[in-house]
Nanobody
């Protein structure tokens, strides 16, 4: 059994900052790429940022220069530092991990999501 547990969401004013965390746990054999996606009401899920096991990163154009993704491989945890937040960043943020468990070949796993609301 593998779980991804997110934390760190909340309500913040425009221009503020939040840091999201996502910890993977369970019967993990190998943790590959991790990332963050988001879904706003009435919109499709979109990629925010990804990071490989080696640390290579990729960002959506809308968050470049404002968001930073990082990971701690020893803790199987990925982070998303979000600065200069805008109302259009409001969404449910979901953690994604591509991993191989002890029992299951490599596949994608998703967290339950954490709400980020940017509003004055």
């Amino acid at each position: 059994q593998v779980q991804l547990v997110e934390s760190g969401g909340g309500l913040v004013q425009p221009g503020g900052s939040l840091r999201l965390s996502c910890a993977a746990s369970g019967s993990i054999f190998r943790l590959s790429a991790m990332g963050w996606y988001r879904q706003a009401p009435g919109k499709e899920r979109e990629l925010v940022a990804t990071i490989t096991s080696g640390g290579s990163t990729n960002y959506a154009d809308s968050v470049k220069g404002r968001f930073t993704i990082s990971r701690d491989n020893a803790k199987n945890t990925v982070y998303l530092q979000m600065n200069s937040l805008k109302p259009e960043d409001t969404a449910v943020y979901l953690c994604n991990a591509a991993l191989t468990s002890v029992y299951v070949p490599r596949r994608d796993y998703w967290g339950q999501g954490t709400q980020v609301t940017v509003s004055s």
